[in-house]
């Protein structure tokens, strides 16, 4: 996770979300599932917060397919503050954040995630020999109990398809399949730990050189 910055709504944001939105709410003040089911209006800035964040989860700072792709629907909009602890904010710009939909579900009703439009830099690392992420080891107690709250809650770590997805990009990287400007456009939190530990000069080699003995990683 990386710090990320939620764009100005977009102009329909109001008629489409926000209005239509607190309406429901005045005459339905605690909705249902199959009531908010029924009054998803969040989902039409979808597309609007997948282009301004490129395709870039904003919890795993990863590139994910289109919104709907080959009818599985890869992100979804989480509400930072959940519905049921707050339900004013179900229609608010400011708490909408585009991630991947298994993450929105892992999160579910919790709160013990930290939010990317809050997060100072450089807290959480990417371990380059695991390629788990980390909690920075300059943090304070409580800062990294957060980080690891987060990476526990969203199994970060936990989901080898995370780990493995990681290696992958850093070996495509290191074998010269990808430039580093794809990395940045895809993966930009790969990309900010391989300047903050100088990968190129510092671990390159001996990253390459581990990798390429995994069968999996050229496919």
């Known amino acids: 996770m990386i710090p990320v910055h939620l764009p100005a709504p977009p102009a329909h944001y109001q008629t489409e979300v926000r209005q239509p939105g607190l309406a429901f709410l005045d005459v339905t003040p605690k ?3 199959d009531e908010w089911n029924q009054h998803r209006y969040w989902q039409n800035i979808h597309e609007d917060l997948y282009s301004w964040h490129k395709g870039v989860c904003v919890y795993c700072a990863s590139w994910t397919p289109h919104p709907r792709h080959r009818g599985v629907d890869h992100t979804s909009i989480d509400h930072f503050v959940p519905k049921s602890k707050n339900r004013r904010l179900a229609y608010e710009w400011s708490n909408f954040r585009m991630v991947r939909s298994k993450l929105n579900n892992r999160k579910d009703n919790f709160e013990d995630v930290l939010d990317p439009c809050a997060l100072q830099p450089g807290w959480f690392r990417l371990n380059f020999t695991t390629f788990c992420l980390e909690p920075d080891a300059a943090l304070p ?7 690891a709250a987060t990476i526990q809650r969203l199994l970060l770590n936990g989901d080898s398809a995370y780990v493995n997805e990681r290696a992958r990009v850093t070996y495509q990287y290191a074998a010269g399949k990808i430039t580093f400007a794809d990395v940045q456009k895809l993966y930009p939190f790969i990309a900010s730990e ?23 990683m050229a496919n």
């Open 31 to 33: 909705p249902t599932s």
């Open 141 to 147: 107690v409580k800062a990294r109990r957060q980080v």
């Open 194 to 216: 391989m300047t903050a530990k100088n990968f190129d000069i510092v671990l390159r080699p001996s990253v390459l050189a581990v990798l390429a003995k995994r069968p999996w």
